[in-house]
């Protein structure tokens, strides 16, 4: 009972923790793309016209970042449902329920590890654009590099918010590791006491039976032989 009690609050633990980093997701990618005009950032390549100097973005999908949003908004939301309902509990947890929450963090788990992919690599491609004509990516956060008659883009905290997404996600999906191998062990040894059970039962069922026949045997006297019946008569 005390191991349960301790994987239960490691449970609300994580999922606390889960909520916070789906923030560090959802508010830094919002901003980003309220920033840049509903464009999205990552995976947006371009070329540095030699004019004037200025960046002519070629932007990707905004599914790129849509994703991670999405992912970070159910995290938040499943984490909450999640935390309320082991604050409640009083009993325990059924197999199905179990089960259930098993399912959840494989699902949310490969939600997580794809939106952290897909920050990591997108913000990778867009500095890769950046670095030709400045040293670092971090340097061209709040330079003039797009027109601003052809997009009314604010381009100075897009290195934090990108930062921020990419340590929410991770630590997101490192954190969902840690739920997803709880849940199990709680599904693992859920099974293991219901077979325990059910042998108890089972050998239980087995002892009243043999104890049953033998009274039955004792109650009952024994047969007469043909020369015992003979001596009677």
Same mark, same amino acid.
């Given at each position: %009972?005390?191991? +349960?009690?301790?994987?239960?609050?490691?449970?609300?633990?994580?999922?606390?923790?889960?909520?916070? @980093?789906?923030? &560090? %997701?959802?508010?830094?990618?919002?901003?980003? %793309?309220?920033?840049?005009?509903?464009?999205?950032?990552?995976?947006?390549?371009?070329?540095?016209?030699?004019?004037?100097?200025?960046?002519?973005?070629?932007?990707?999908?905004?599914?790129? &970042?849509?994703?991670?949003?999405?992912?970070?908004?159910?995290?938040?939301?499943?984490?909450?449902?999640? #935390?309320?309902?082991?604050? $409640?509990?009083?009993?325990?947890?059924?197999? @199905?329920?179990? !089960?259930?929450?098993?399912?959840?963090?494989?699902?949310? @788990?490969?939600?997580?590890?794809?939106?952290?992919?897909?920050?990591?690599?997108?913000?990778?491609?867009?500095?890769?654009?950046?670095?030709?004509? !400045?040293?670092? &990516?971090?340097?061209?956060?709040?330079?003039?590099?797009?027109?601003?008659?052809?997009?009314? #883009?604010?381009?100075?905290? !897009?290195? #934090?918010?990108?930062?921020? +997404?990419?340590?929410?996600?991770?630590?997101?999906? +490192? #954190?969902?590791?840690?739920?997803?191998?709880?849940?199990?062990?709680?599904?693992?040894?859920?099974?293991?006491?219901?077979?325990?059970?059910?042998? %108890?039962?089972?050998? $239980? =069922? $087995?002892?009243?039976?043999?104890?049953?026949?033998? =009274?039955?045997?004792?109650?009952?006297?024994? +047969?007469?032989?043909?020369?015992?019946?003979?001596?009677?008569?």
């Amino acid at each position: %009972m005390a191991l +349960a009690n301790v994987l239960l609050l490691s449970q609300i633990t994580g999922h606390v923790i889960v909520v916070i @980093l789906a923030l &560090c %997701m959802i508010v830094p990618l919002s901003l980003n %793309m309220r920033d840049f005009c509903g464009h999205c950032l990552l995976f947006t390549t371009g070329k540095w016209r030699e004019e004037d100097g200025m960046f002519d973005p070629q932007w990707a999908s905004s599914d790129f &970042c849509n994703f991670p949003l999405v992912t970070g908004v159910l995290m938040a939301l499943i984490s909450s449902i999640q #935390i309320y309902r082991y604050v $409640r509990m009083k009993d325990e947890e059924s197999f @199905l329920g179990l !089960f259930i929450d098993v399912v959840l963090s494989t699902w949310i @788990l490969a939600m997580c590890i794809i939106s952290s992919i897909m920050i990591t690599l997108g913000f990778i491609v867009w500095c890769d654009g950046m670095t030709e004509r !400045f040293p670092t &990516c971090e340097i061209t956060a709040g330079q003039n590099i797009i027109h601003a008659n052809t997009d009314n #883009i604010e381009n100075s905290g !897009f290195y #934090i918010e990108m930062g921020t +997404a990419q340590f929410g996600a991770w630590g997101a999906f +490192a #954190i969902n590791v840690g739920i997803g191998v709880i849940a199990l062990l709680k599904l693992i040894n859920n099974h293991q006491v219901r077979n325990i059970k059910v042998s %108890m039962y089972l050998e $239980r =069922q $087995r002892l009243v039976n043999q104890h049953q026949v033998q =009274q039955d045997g004792r109650s009952t006297p024994p +047969a007469m032989s043909s020369s015992d019946s003979e001596q009677v008569k």
